[in-house]
Each structure stands twice: as C-alpha cells, then as structure tokens.
C-alpha cells in the first residue's frame, strides 16, 4: 500500500464545515426553514487522480530585456499562458508583461494535451528548468565577455565572482540587484540578440510508484425546497479544494468555480434523451437541451487549503479542473435528501422525483 505524496482532504472537511457553517445543520429531513421553502444541506467528498507527464519547454532572453517560452501545449481558458510568464517572471524577475508566451503549435517544442489535471504538473517543472538554464547562459556571458564588469579582468581582487539573476538584473550573491546590471545590457556587450535554453521533464520511472499523488476536496451545497408550487432550486455553493501550491488563485478559483456550475448542470438540467429506434440523440440543440443559467446558479465559494506537493513536482502544484466537478452532483442529492427524504438515485433530479416528499402532503 503507496502513502499519498500529500493528502490535506481533513483540513478542507474543517474549513468547509467552518465557513458553511455546519454546525447550525439539523440531521432530521424537512427540520430546516426559511420562510415557504424547506432547506437541505449535503456534503461530499471529491478526489482525482494527480498525474504529470513529460513535457519540453525553451525559453529566450532578449537583449531588449523581454523574454519569451514556447512550447506545443494549449490553453483550454484554463491559465496555461499565465503560468508560463508567472514562472520565468519568478525565476529571472522580468516583469510579466514583458515575457510572451508562445503555445499550440506542433512546430515548438513538445506538450502535453489539455486533459485530466495534469497540465500544470507537468510543464511546470519544464519551465522552471528552462528558464534556469537561460539564466545560466546569461551568466556565463556575464563572466566571459571581455567589456562585461563581471570578466574577471574588470573585477576587483577578492569581490565575489557568484552570480544570480533576480529583478532582470545579473548581479554578485548576497549583493541587491540594483548593484548588478540589467541582463539585457551583458547580451548586447557581447553582440548578441538572445541565449535560450531548452528543457525537457518527465517523471522518474524508478520512482514513480512510490507515492499515490491524488488531489482532494470537499462540496457543500444548499437546497431551497418549496413544495407548495414544487420548486428546487440551489441556494449555496462552497468547494474546499487540497491541489498543492496554486500558482494563479484567480484562474484557479475560475476553473473550479465553472466546474461546479457544470456539476449543478449534471445535477439538476443535463439529460440527452435518445431515439430508441436509432439511438440518435432527440435533444441535441440548445433549444431542447437543458442546462443551467445565470439565474439558477446562486454565488459560489472556493477555498484552496493549499499544502504544496512537493513530491509531484518543485512548485508542488497539482492540476485541477475535473476535481470541482467530482462530488457537486452527490452533494446536491445528500442535500435534497435532507430538505424532502426522497432519495434520487438517478440525474438529473426531477419534480417527478420530490412530489412523493412528505412535505407535499402535509
């Protein structure tokens, strides 16, 4: 039996039961109320696997001080593009909107596809190499090229001949940046328009089955039901997510936030009906098929725990994605449990299944 290289599913039961405010729930079915509607609180556990694959980035340092990184992977809408400037912005220091990020086609470097979470595990460590190696060049420059103040010609004797590259600048170690010079002017006194590197990361067979990398959350949901007219509606959502370190909130918080908006969908709208004399789908248009607006989604919640999975990968960042998804629809089930004592066992749920609750004939 594999331990988890990182499990914090406890911590996200805590802080979800703590903001939903779990201890107010009443277990009886039908006990809780807000004027004609019955509320019903259910949670659930959501897990996905945590994969990485291997992936092949190059990144270039201009001597216009700009720098770009390449690779075949995509961006779905899920970040891909800002995860790739996030992190050459944090290991060199160029600003982000001076870092062009290239993706999508077959001539660059090799990619993963966009599927199951595992983007982000997988080219993160790729670019991180990548860019390392650039700046490696860079400093090579740095010490080689005669006019550069950092030839040990131009040093004085006994200064320290370490170099680093934050804030765009090369500068000694243990000195502040703004001693150093910016990287772009050693690339030009040594006429040169640019150094690359390129990186290629996968996982390492002999040590790949030594952990079980999972990600984990936890969904809470409410229900509004108000038998007198036989309306069920989603009233409260909150997701508690463990995926390691997230490296852009706003995008990560988006991701799940639509997830759960597709779970509500699988809950309670989403069915292809089928032609059982040629099994082609009848409702296969917008116009036919259900799926949920703006105005039966209420405001959402997301909390990332955030524990970095130091063995998935350096950043300790997971994918997300399916994982908002992965227990909406059971959670909604537990809470219309609780609101009408119908247990639905088939999605989506319909009225047909709740006029039989207790409440409708009282």
């Keep these: 039996m594999r331990p988890w290289s990182s499990k914090r599913l406890r911590e996200c039961y ?48 201009n001597a216009d001080g700009t720098a770009r990184a390449t690779c075949a992977t995509q961006d779905i809408g899920t970040g891909t593009y800002t995860i790739f400037a996030q992190i050459v912005s ?22 993963p596809t966009s599927g199951g979470s595992t ?36 040093l004085p004797e006994g200064d320290p001949v370490k170099l680093v590259m934050t804030a765009g600048r090369i500068h000694a170690t243990g000195k502040p940046p703004e001693s150093g010079v910016p990287f772009g002017e050693i690339l030009a006194a040594g006429k040169l328009a640019a150094l690359e590197n390129e990186a290629r990361t996968a996982p390492d067979p ?30 409260r959502a909150l997701t508690v997510i463990d995926a390691g370190r997230i490296i852009n909130h706003k995008a990560g918080r988006n991701q799940i936030l639509g997830a759960v908006v597709m779970g509500i969908g699988m809950g309670m709208f989403e069915e292809t009906i089928y032609d059982p004399r040629n099994a082609k789908p009848i409702n296969n248009n917008f116009a036919d098929y259900i799926v949920p607006t703006n105005a039966d989604i209420p405001e959402l919640d997301c909390i990332f725990v955030e524990y970095p999975d130091l063995h998935l990968n350096e950043y300790g960042a997971r994918g997300i994605g399916e994982i908002g998804l992965a227990g909406v629809a059971s959670a909604l089930t537990m ?24 409440q409708m004939t009282s």
């Design 119 to 154: 983007v982000t595990a997988t080219v993160s460590p790729a670019i991180a190499q990548a860019t390392q190696g650039a700046v490696d060049r860079v400093i090579a420059a740095a010490q080689s090229i005669p006019s550069s103040p950092f030839h040990p010609n131009n």
């Design 14 to 61: 805590q802080t979800g039961a703590e903001k939903f405010g779990w201890s107010k729930r009443t277990p009886e079915v039908g006990s809780m109320k807000s004027d004609n509607e019955i509320l019903g609180w259910g949670m659930a556990t959501a897990t996905w696997h945590a994969g990485r694959g291997a992936a092949t980035v190059r990144v270039r340092l």
């Design 335 to 358: 809470a219309v449990y609780h609101a009408t004592g119908i247990r639905v066992r088939k999605l989506p749920v319909r009225i047909e299944d709740l006029i039989a609750a207790p």
């Design 206 to 235: 002999a040590r790949e089955h030594e952990y079980s990398a999972h990600s984990f959350g936890a969904q809470f949901i409410e229900v509004a039901w108000d038998p007198g007219i036989a309306h069920l509606r989603v009233s």
């Design 90 to 111: 944090e290991k060199t220091g160029i600003p982000l909107d001076k870092i062009e990020v290239i993706l999508g086609s077959t001539d660059l470097p090799p990619g």
